[in-house]
């Protein structure tokens, strides 16, 4: 009952104000709706980055040569170190590694009757597809023994496909490879750009073909490690490291001449970097549900002023502090409550509305939304008890007396 009294009341009061109350709320809505709009941007920002690092591999270790630094510390180029053996090495040697592929690239000039583009021609074992996370849309992979006897086969990226062939159906079609004719056995399932690179716009080609035939190399650009477990990555990184040591006579002291990217630690940085990113931008969007606070504040402040003779009347006939207190701390929750739900609908509604119109995704997630409510709460209660308590310790005297 108490509780009913105090919602008809704060209710006529919003409404015999419509304007005034509708400004303090729309502080609110809008402080809210940035708050739910800006996390479900960088929620958003952090499944893209994280969808990347995942579409390249899951529990990979990426080992490459080591840089050359000149005598002035300036790197002149990368070492020539890595072979097949050692790939084969790793595989058979470092336990928790579950598959290894060598790899060789370069630039290379596809040609099809009259159409011709360029792109990255990757040398790849049988295992880098799967292993790199590259689904076969049309067609197939390469086998091992097309990959033994050297045969000219080449799979394409989706873009490489359509700059070079078009509409055409590639499987199956012989094209020209700087110069050299190959046979398409497949094209793969579009990934889309990553940003930094583009896995549509690529050709692989058995590695051997590639070494002998196409770049004329005996070294290796990377071997890519799959491990068993993500738990493996630093042991077998540590592992790899040691076996490089042995085999390519590492002296004691001197530097390793191989570098290895563990996957594990890019998760880990690109989480800290988007976890930065979204304190940056809740802490902005929230100044904005500050100043909607402010905003109540002010109101409250106002329609004390406006009420102090309706407050000393409430005393008069026996209403304690506390009763005028939670009258006006009421009001301010309920202005905060309902530009609360208003803005979360306005965020919400913004998030799904700039997914829809852009490519960027938006994540909306359920505990920010319960995060931005509480906030919203919390900020009606700082800001609407000063008025409140200002209100309760009025002498009713001077209530009454005011004009």
Known sequence: MYFAVLLKVAVYSLIANKLRSFLAVLGVIIGVGAVIAMLAIAAGAQSQVMGSIQAMGTNLLTVRPEQRGGSSGVRTGTEQNLTVDDAKAILSEVPG?????PVVSGRGQLKYFENNTNCSVMGVAVTYLPLRNFEIEKGRLFTNGEEERMA?????????????????EPVGATIKLNGVNFEVIGVTKAKGDQGWFNPDDNAFVPYTVAMKQLFGQ????????KC???EDLNTVQDAIFELMRKRHKTQPGSPDDIEIRNQADMISTANEVTGTFTILLGAVASISLLVGGIGIMNIMLVTVTERTREIGIRKAIGAKDRDILRQFLFEAILMSAIGGVLGVAAGVGTAKLLSSMTNFTTVIEGHNIIMAMLFSAAVGIF?????????????????????
């Open 383 to 403: 800001f609407g008890y000063y008025p409140a308590r200002r209100a309760a310790k009025l002498n009713p005297i001077d209530a009454l007396r005011y004009e």
């Open 228 to 230: 068993k477990t993500q």
């Open 152 to 168: 000219r086969v080449i799979i394409l990226g989706p873009q490489t496909a359509e700059d070079l062939m078009g509409t055409e």
């Open 218 to 225: 005996d070294y290796l650009r990377e071997i890519s490690v």
């Open 97 to 101: 590694v579950e598959q290894v592929a």
